[in-house]
């Protein structure tokens, strides 16, 4: 017999029951006990459904209302100070408070769970945080599935990955020197577990994919040498990479189990089958958490038998990871062409999988006859489909002269030909593309999606948006316009919608964090991009103005990032298709007399491997695909690219080879610190760091972007220099945006005369480039 088991499941509900109930409770629709009854039978549904799917051991601890890395700081007892909340006494309101913000307190900081668009709540670690084991939660939900008559495995986020993941606050210190109190909180939890009748505890360690300092894997050692002596079986579960260089390593620990992401990092069983003692545990994540694939099942079983034979009953079977990251059930979709539809494996999907494997490797593949040749069949449509092949794309990548991805001629002398027509002024101002959606913009575009209204009503009231977009910008002083994207309601959706390749989901929705859901669109076959997709707006918008319009597009690396993604090419390749769809655009663009094009590329960053190792590779491709996006224009012709959500100081030279002529970028919260690194690197090109920090409703006054910008002027000659907000403004509202683009025009005008005069330069700026 083998086990099946999954490490977490997604909380939101088929029908983002979870988002209901908490922004209904959020607005007081509901109350504390409707919140908690309603939360609780969604996780019951959960539960109900594994067990039904033939899950053997289902997860417990990784629901959560908000987050479980929010969760976990409560376990162990160490919330910030600044809340003055107790763990063991946590209410909603308390748990909104840390997770949302109060008037008084910001909320816990947001980053994204390793390289996975899930954003956790960030840890606060200080030299004086104590630590008391508070395992009620986790209890509570142990027993609530010990009563459906579950074998049920609590989940931890492990103590390692905890401290890894919070930041320090307040005076520096080694976040580490708190391990050694923070293991005995887990201890005390483990113990009371176990006195609940937990059997397996499964500990979540993925920072071991990354790569770690020495004193942190040394501290692995001790820490998981304490916990192994807890009256419980320990799963220690690694995902999103390879943990083989940890082999012999984690063999020498006294664990119990140990799982493996064979999705991502295939090649490390072969290493583990060597390293790991007989008789423990050896769970293989074989089916995608993060993707949404069906399996080759025959590939798995063909790997997995020997496997079997070899550990019998400890080869457990479970997806890579956390099926947080995947949508629930394919059934739901009824939109879907019927091709796309059956290459398709969503959650219960993959529990079907998952079910198939263990039956083939028990009772042998005869067992399983009709689902293996219903799974081949469906990879054979799927390898064959001319949806996906299109021939011409694959002939046109490798027709591509080499330079194709160049400009005709370096950054100086563009910069001259720009200059020439652009006739700028010194510090040009502009903004990153989206204006506020107004609900009568989404009240539109919804009813032409319903069917209410139709193209040329439509097209009429996105005009009158453009129009009013465009005297607002004209009345505020801008010198370098937009048209606002009423017609987009998502960056990459918009896009997806009019290439070839991509199909979209009615409820393939995925968590991002707390009730925020994304509904990634999902990139099945060769792009290409059948006709002009931006053209007729920007061109509406430049006609009704002298001032230039500037031509907004997704680009290729985030288009890539922020879908789910085909597994049957490299994600270099799918890119390159992208990007020479995107080029299309952009050379369309130009000849219609739109002369500075924005290739936006926000997730540039986040699409980094977890393993330094890999980066330079990535950084290639993704760049060479910008650039492949944005060549063949003319010298005079601008690019812009827009990046935000990250720090980008350790991949500067990577921006710097993208050689966008300016690069907008997202400064204002790190108080432009990041030009520091702009400015030790020489960063040749122009850059707009942003001076209004768009994700708060707080208006920038006018003394703190003049301040900005001349700490800009440190670093930047003013030459090179715009400015600009931190991002779109689409979240916002007109009455705050015109006041703050209003503080921060009559800012640059105010700069721009004092440089024009020669005066209140910084030491060491000249005015040319
Ligand atoms: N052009 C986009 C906008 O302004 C950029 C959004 C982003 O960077 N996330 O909305
Ligand atoms: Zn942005």
Redesign the pocket.
Known sequence: MTTIHLLGFGRIGARRELKTLLEDYWHGRIDATALHTGSRQLRQRHWLLQKGAGVDISPVGDFALYDHVLDAQILVGALPERFGLNAAQLDNEGYFALARGTAEQPALEMTKWFDTNYHYLVPEWSVDTCFSANPAPLLEALQAAQGLGMRAKPVLVGPLTLLWLGKVRGAPFDRLSLLPALVETYASLLQALAAAGADWVQIDEPILALDLPGAWLAALDTCYRRLAQAPVRLLLATYFGSVASHAARLAALPLAGLHLDLVRAPEQLETFLEHWPAGRVLSAGVVDGRNVWRADLEHWLDRLEPVYGQLGETLWLAPSCSLLHCPLDVAQETRLSQDVKLWLAFSVQKLNELKTLKRGLEQGRDAVASELAGSRFARQLRSSSPLIHRPEVAARLKALPAGSDRRANPYPVRAARQAAWMKLPLLPTTT???FPQTPAIRSARAAFRKGELDQSAYEQRMRAEIETAIRRQEALGLDVLVHG?AERND?VEYFGEQLSGFAFTEHGWVQSYGSRCVKPPILYGDVARPAPMTVAWSVYAQSLTSRPVKG?LTGPVTLLQWSFVRDDLPRSLVCRQIALALNDEVLDLENAGIRII?I?E?ALREGLPLSRALWADYLDWAGQAFRLASAGVDDATQIHT?M??AEFGDILPAIVRLDADVITIETSRSDMALLDDFGSFAYPNAIGPGVYDIHSPRIPQEAEITRLLERALETVPAARLWVNPD????TRQWPEVETALGNMVRVAHRLRARLAEGRGLPAGQNVCP
């Open positions: 990153i593309g989206s994207e960056m907004m924005q936006d926000p827009h935000c959500y991002c779109g403004l689409k």
